[in-house]
């Protein structure tokens, strides 16, 4: 190594040590040392004098920008509620002048409402920076000087914390140490479930994502086609081209094999495991996307769709509400989007997702509240003002809209249906277990009976729904088979649960296709139908459930366990493409929108992602041979590239199931789907097959084994007295309740 190398070492170490304050060359050196030598060495020293200059230089720069992003953050988020309250002045947070509060999917909350304000400032302090800087979100992260000046104000007593009154606290470790029963039970919130990782699967959590985020800008514009520079087709336009029903009939095909029940299930099951806010007001009305449902309003809230006025929808705007920006950290993260529920399969739908919630929802001695009728236990009644829910039964005075878990529970009497029975099996359970064990207390009969609730519906989901899911290949391929004994060793903390972005707006509303035209009760001659009703009419609106004291849910019951879904195809029914809950919205033009909204890559993406066969080039339609329709997909698409992840998953071929049926879905859905229930098994701690304490004692897992949801339907449904051993599939042949060769029970005295 010459001299000059060893000198250009240490100043080069110096300089990353940022400890080059002092002279490189001493009056040693200049005695010693050539002239020549002496000259290199001094032009070294301004070099790298010049060096320190512009690294100093570059920090400052890069301190300012990140400063000046954040505040721009902070103005916009002021000037958002200032928007807000302008609109609602001039009445365009409602419609007719009627409050449009009950328009949401989700509850407003004072943590809903910190964590929309926390994550809007940071999305738009990220939106800021790139526009300042001209750079991506990974270049920026890439780049150190910037790296530390974003962790720098976020760490620090910075303005950006200053202004952001209140802090949202996550759980840590320490807490879960600290909780008496944190191997026994779960919480309420999904904390704790991971002892490592506390906020892993928690309600108010970022969704986690199987692909990263593609976004035009890199950080909320919607994506473009793969040109980069034509705007993607409507929604719209694509959902008349490919989900319309055909051949102009009015309605769509029946599937042979399984029952309204498995559709219920499915839903029941989404809103186990998601619920993905979407903006809204500090006030709780609704925010409004379109004027007069023709212009698109420009606010950072709304994606209004617009579209064409067509035969069945006259309007050239479509309200959409943007889903509200999670607080996410990380400088190279565009926009992620917030579960405000637990993700384990825990049923949360029945209990709620948080303690304010499991309060309202709690009874006396460990027992679920209930609106004691004459046609037996309803569900109660939701009086915060709040309910997504409108009434317009016959006979208002015994119409009310119902409280539970989840918010979602009046969206459609069968789903409704399925959060009654599950309140009235924790009661019945509770009923139970107080036989075998006369001293418990109401919070050991409450938890004891939440946590057995939870097993069946684990259970169930896992034994029956996913069997009709899923091929043979997926239910091997991702280990969703359940052991018919002993315990599940292969809990992995290093999984996370989460439920993916991937799944909640795209793969998981397979279900949607599955949705009849019509709703009615079905009478014990299993052939005459009553009160049939339109579904549009029936959406938001609990009267099927609840109308007559409840004493038509055996008629219910009847209908659901014994028509068909709807095939699960590319054609969806009209109540929910041009009439959804009454109003002039499609919502599988709203499932494409929400994914655009959510930064989800292409369909072909997903397939690389799946390890399935991917096009070569943008014109390269062949290489998809599982997908239908592609002629028509040609004219909606430029590239193949840019086909949306739900139009291509709903327009997949179908695989096999192990019944020899077709499954409900294709190959990208079925790997999308497949991996999430691999990780809300393996991730989960308190996986129903786990051995004591976080699981049962063997004796005790052997009977939550035997369960089906025939079991719990015949248990809690006055009047009914036979049924089909799996009651997600349509009858073949009814058995009696009684018979428990067929419809086995559980034997409480296991719990002794
Ligand atoms: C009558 C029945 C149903 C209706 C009226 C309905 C309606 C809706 C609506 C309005 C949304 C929000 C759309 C948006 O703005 O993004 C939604 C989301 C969703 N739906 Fe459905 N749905 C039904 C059944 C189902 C079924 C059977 C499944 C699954 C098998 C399902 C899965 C989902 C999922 C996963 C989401 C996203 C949830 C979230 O991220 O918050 N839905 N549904």
């Avoid at 998953?649 to 499954?663: C, N, P, V, Y």
Wanted: net charge neutral.
């Amino acid at each position: 190594m010459s001299f000059l190398q060893a000198v250009l070492g240490f100043a080069v170490i110096s300089v990353i040590c940022q400890q080059n304050s002092g002279n490189l060359i001493t009056s040693k050196d200049e005695q010693e040392l050539t002239e020549k030598e002496l000259e290199s060495l001094y032009k070294l020293e301004t070099l790298l004098d010049e060096r320190e200059i512009i690294n100093k230089e570059r920090k400052k720069k890069a301190k300012s920008l990140v400063l000046l992003a954040f505040e721009e953050g902070l103005e916009k988020s002021e000037k958002m509620v200032e928007r807000q309250t302008y609109y609602r002045n001039i009445g365009m947070g409602r419609r007719n002048k009627i409050k449009r509060k009950n328009n949401r999917l989700f509850k407003i909350s004072k943590m809903s409402i910190e964590k929309q304000e926390e994550g809007f400032i940071l999305l738009s302090a990220k939106k800021a920076l790139v526009k300042l800087t001209g750079k991506t979100l990974k270049e920026l992260s890439g780049d150190p000087d910037y790296r530390e000046a974003w962790d720098d104000i976020l760490a620090g007593s910075s303005i950006y914390l200053r202004r952001r009154k209140r802090s949202t606290k996550r759980a840590t470790t320490n807490d879960c140490q600290k909780l008496s029963s944190v191997n026994e039970y779960r919480t309420i919130d999904g904390t704790c479930n991971n002892l490592d990782k506390p906020n892993w699967g928690a309600a108010f959590t970022t969704q986690p994502r199987f692909i990263d985020e593609v976004y035009s800008d890199g950080v909320n514009t919607p994506r473009i086609s793969a040109d980069g520079k034509s705007t993607l087709t409507s929604p719209r336009t694509i959902s008349n081209s490919v989900f319309i029903i055909n051949n102009g009939k009015k309605v769509s095909k029946p599937e042979g094999f399984n029952s309204l029940m498995s559709l219920n299930w499915g839903q029941f099951l989404d809103h186990d495991i998601v619920l993905t806010p979407t903006f809204a007001e500090e006030h709780g009305e609704d925010i409004q996307c379109c004027e007069q449902d023709s212009i698109p309003i420009k606010r950072d809230e709304c994606l209004g769709i617009e579209m064409t006025p067509d035969e069945d929808l006259d309007i050239s705007c479509m309200e959409f509400v943007r889903s509200a920006p999670s607080p996410d950290t990380e400088l190279n993260a565009g926009n992620q989007v917030t579960n405000a529920i637990t993700s384990f399969i825990d049923g949360s739908m029945v209990y709620g997702s948080s303690e304010d919630e499991e309060r309202q929802l709690r009874g006396i001695g460990g027992k679920m509240v209930v609106k004691s009728v004459s046609g037996g236990d309803l569900l109660p009644e939701d009086t915060s003002g709040e309910a997504f829910c409108t009434l317009t039964g016959s006979n208002p005075v015994d119409d009310y809209c119902q409280n539970a878990g989840d918010i979602r529970v009046n969206v459609q009497p069968g789903l409704g249906h399925l959060h009654l029975l599950f309140v009235r099996e924790h009661n019945r359970i509770v009923g139970e277990l107080k036989n075998v064990q006369p001293s418990w207390t109401g919070d050991q009969l409450y938890n004891e009976a939440r946590k057995i609730v939870g097993a069946i519906i684990q259970h169930i989901t896992f034994n029956e729904y996913l069997e009709n899911l899923f091929s043979d290949e997926i239910l091997d391929k991702y280990g969703l088979r359940l052991l018919s004994e002993g315990y599940s060793r292969d809990y992995n903390k290093n999984i996370n649960p989460g439920t993916r972005v991937g799944v909640a707006t795209a793969a998981l509303r397979f279900g949607h296709t599955q949705i009849p035209h019509e709703m009615a009760y079905l009478s014990n001659d299993y052939n005459t139908t009553s009160s049939v009703t339109e579904m549009q009419s029936t959406l938001k609106n609990p009267h099927l459930l609840v109308n007559k004291a409840g004493s038509r849910i055996l008629d219910l019951v009847r209908y659901m366990t014994t028509l068909p879904t709807r095939a699960s195809d590319r054609e969806f029914e009209g109540a929910i493409r041009n009439h959804l809950f009454n109003g002039r919205l499609d919502l599988t033009s709203l499932n494409i929108q929400r994914g655009r909204d959510n930064g989800l890559p292409s369909y072909t993406a997903w397939r690389e992602f799946c390890d399935l066969s991917v096009p070569s080039s943008d014109d390269d339609w062949d290489s998809l041979p599982d997908l239908l329709n592609r002629w028509k997909l040609r004219q909606l698409y430029k590239s193949v590239h840019d086909i949306d992840l739900y139009v291509g998953g709903i327009l997949e071929r179908r695989m096999k199931t192990s019944a020899g049926d077709q499954s409900y879905l294709g190959p990208t859905f079925a790997c999308i789907l497949g991996k999430q229930f691999q990780q809300l098994k393996l991730g989960d701690r308190f996986w129903y097959e786990r051995p004591y304490p976080e699981g049962f004692r063997e004796d005790q897992l052997q009977e939550i084994r035997k369960v089906t949801l025939s079991t719990i339907l015949c248990a809690n449904t006055d009047g009914l007295t036979e049924l089909q051993t799996f009651a997600l599939r349509r009858p073949g042949r009814r058995r009696n309740c009684n018979d428990e060769r067929f419809i086995p029970k559980i034997d409480f005295n296991k719990w002794k």
